[in-house]
């Protein structure tokens, strides 16, 4: 039968834990500077911080054994001493050996005052370690939504352009490991979107990722990690489309396009326009791959007006070709206009069709699109177009042309 404890008794319990609360602070520091090494390498200023929250508990105790109704609140009370920072540089199991310690401290010296007393004890104790590990999660979950929100800020920064002097320091608060090659991977957010397990698949592949989910529009930020950082396999190796097709699963329905890669995060908005682009048109490619690159979309930007698609036309394609040969050009020409028939465009240069097919095989080489495929020839053709175009408005923008009239 348990011991009946009356509100005399008590009263006189209550004024001897007030009279030791001191003692029992001091030992409990002293037991902490023996007994966790942790504790004595604190600086002092911390050290003295984490005392405080031991002698918290000590007068929270207290103020529990005087009114046990009051457990919410007085558990709680005693981290009101310790600073954000504190809960930073202290982790859990820190702090549940901190409870430890000063429980055995109190037990040993209320020892023999009543079974009541130490079964006080061992309820207040378990307490507070519910308490500990709520304010710790709550502490995780504040970081988690921070971090969230830093991310996305860095993102959209990334896909505006808009990088400033605190993009890198932003960058590294989110514990961003890439230091190669950047890409931007953008496709469709998924009705359950799985961001740990897009993580998981991304440290797989040797590379780091920042996420930013924009209404349905998924963007992910892919960069290599240094080689320490590897882990032991060629995955880190891998091309960026490869590992864009690795990734895909994370995503929802619909296209999914890759940004040319980059040398470095602080490049990753030129890769950015470029997969923001593709992603618009990529309708219009009828049997477009999934992941498809932005710059295998070049013709469909250049007629949605993009000046960047338009530029990489003219400048990859139009302009090697007629620096080489102006005879590659034109065979290029014929061979486009006439269905890409060998034969129909021998008969228009008067030329042996051997020889048709030795230029555009030199026009391959130079240029590295291959004019007999169906999809690579309206790549050409488009460039071709924007180049003619090009260098008839740069003609009759002359200075000299303007002079003869």
Known sequence: MPNVVTPAEKAETLAWLRRISGDLATATIKRLEDTLPWYADMPPARRSTVGLVAQAGITSFIQWYDDPTSTPWIAADMFAAAPRELLRSVSLQQ??????????????????????????????????????????????????????????????????????????????????????????????????????QVRRTARKLGVDVLVGVQGSRLVLVIGRTEPAG???????????????????????????????????????????????????????????PRPVEADDLLPERALAGDAAAKNTLVERIYRPLSAHSTDLVTTLWSYLDNGRSLEATARELFVHPNTVRYRLKRVSDVIGWDATGPREALILQTALILGAIGTDMTRRRSPATRRTR
């Open 95 to 196: 702090t549940l050996q901190l409870i430890r310690v000063t429980v055995e401290v109190t037990e040993e010296r209320v020892a023999g005052h009543g079974e009541d007393l130490r079964e006080a004890i061992l309820l207040y104790s378990r307490e507070v370690a519910f308490t500990a590990a709520d304010v710790y999660a709550r502490a995780a979950e504040a970081r988690g939504l921070w971090d969230a929100r830093l991310e996305a800020l860095v993102v959209d920064s990334i896909l505006t352009g808009e990088a400033d002097e605190e993009l890198p320091s932003r960058i590294a608060a989110l514990g961003w490991h890439g230091h190669g090659e950047v890409s931007v991977l953008v496709g469709t957010t998924p009705p359950q979107f799985d961001v740990d």
């Open 230 to 288: 590897r882990s032991g396999d060629d995955a880190a190796e891998l091309p960026f489309p490869e590992i864009a097709r690795r990734l895909e699963p994370g995503f929802g329905a619909g296209h999914l396009v890759l940004g040319p890669a980059v040398p470095a995060l602080v490049d990753a908005s030129q890769s950015a326009r470029a997969a923001l682009a593709g992603f618009a048109v990529a309708r219009a490619w009828r049997n477009a």
